[in-house]
């Protein structure tokens, strides 16, 4: 995550009227002028966080400053290239791949969730998506700092890509497609989850390899996109520990094999030794 600064009254009101949830903080100058109490006004507003400092502070971010500055949060995005190459080395070969979940704070959530499980990386839509700004990086109590994220103009296109590079795409529905119980995921993978209202686009849902969904014999009809998405990559951490589980007890069951058939090859004797008789 990285920072950079939007100086001046108008560009900064226009920011907070268009863009709020990309602003951390506003620098205003003290004391406060008269034209820029309706900064203040929308800061409060807005929940925004502001703070009052002296012109020369201002002046260090940038001349013409009008006497206010607003931070903003700048995520940098990998190239979905790179982010798809950097899965293979996670403890958690897995992408989510958001269809335009909207919500800064299940974005935020779904990042903690992803980083603490070890997986590999968020792809987002570039198009009515949640921004990682301040409120998704609040939700993630910091973890969006490490998370490896791309932003996307054309989702389905990402897929066949992924499809190209060997991955198993699933997507996370309310009730169609085969039981989470009953799955056994295949790595490394995409983890597709939809609109918080929509779910996932026709076009998007076409290109997931297998469709699941998650049981609920409680009797609730939907879960929250970010609860939904903790349940589905808790169970998928689950199925690599036991596929690496498996693989060591065969490298385990392989080398015992070999030690017993050494054990029971006959001695060869020295060069120019008979052994025929050799008791």
């Known amino acids: 995550m990285q920072t950079t600064f939007i100086l001046g009254r108008k560009p900064v009101l226009d920011l907070l009227k268009a863009d709020p949830e990309n602003v951390d903080l506003v620098f205003i100058k003290k004391p406060v002028p008269r034209a820029l109490e309706p900064v203040i006004e929308h800061c409060r507003s807005l929940n925004t966080r502001f703070k009052l400092v002296p012109g020369s502070e201002l002046d260090r971010m940038g001349s013409g400053n009008q006497g206010v500055a607003a931070r903003i949060l700048v995520h940098a995005f990998k190239d979905i290239d790179e982010l798809l190459a950097g899965v293979l080395q996670a403890p958690l070969p897995a992408l989510l791949v958001l269809d335009q979940v909207q919500d800064p704070g299940n974005l935020g959530t779904l990042a903690r969730t992803l980083t603490a499980l ?8 570039r198009d009515k998506s949640a921004h990682p700004g301040t409120g998704a990086m609040k939700a993630s109590a910091g973890a969006l700092l490490r998370t490896r994220m791309s932003r996307v103009t054309n989702l389905a296109r990402s897929l066949e ?13 309310r009730n169609q497609g085969q039981s989470l119980l009953d799955t056994r995921f295949s790595f490394p993978c995409a983890l597709v989850l939809g609109n918080e209202e929509k779910g996932i686009r026709p076009g998007v849902l076409k290109r997931c390899s297998h ?9 609730l009809d939907s879960l929250n996109v970010a609860q939904a998405g903790a349940i589905v990559l808790g169970r998928m951490l689950s199925d690599v520990r036991d596929q690496e ?6 490298k385990l069951k392989r080398s015992d094999e070999d030690m017993l ?6 001695p060869e004797g020295r060069p120019g030794q008979d052994t ?4």
């Open 276 to 279: 025929k008789g050799a008791l």
């Open 245 to 250: 589980g498996k693989k060591n007890d065969n």
């Open 261 to 266: 058939s050494r054990s029971f090859q006959a």
């Open 161 to 173: 890509l992924m499809r190209q590079k060997n991955f198993y795409i699933y997507a996370a529905t």
């Open 118 to 125: 070890g997986g590999g990386g968020i792809v987002i839509t």
């Open 211 to 219: 469709i699941i969904h998650i049981p609920m014999p409680g009797g």
